[in-house]
């Protein structure tokens, strides 16, 4: 007598955990973007920047990102060249939220502030994961 344990008994495909992680990055960039469109009045006085046509341009830069990163999930093999680009976009993302935060103190007020940096943590995270999921599924 056989006992299943709901468990599969194949091992997880190597590129698992880029794929998660490249999918929950697309939906947080997606859900960022239409945020920042959909509530660009308010978001943009709780952050203090005065400058709410900024949230709209870089909210439909997300959703473009968020799509970018759709359509390598929807290959077979994951293109690891794009893959890379998506960690270091986040890269970039997270250097430029630092020097908007360090380096321009007056620019947003203290919701802006903490926002940008608990979005660059989150960002920050999925480029980590990214690059450990590409690490490992190169084996």
Known sequence: MTISTGFSESAPRPDALLRRTLAVNAIFSGLSGTAMIVLSGPLDRFMGLGL?????VVGAGLLGFAGLIGLNLRRPQLSRAEAWLTVASDGAW???????????????????KWLVGLVAVAVAD?????????????A
């Open 94 to 112: 997270v250097a430029a939220s630092a020097v908007i935060v360090l380096g321009f103190p007056d620019l947003l007020g203290t919701g802006g």
């Open 52 to 56: 709410p046509w900024l949230l709209i």
């Open 126 to 138: 999925f480029a980590l994961f990214q690059y450990l999921g590409l690490r490992r599924s190169r």
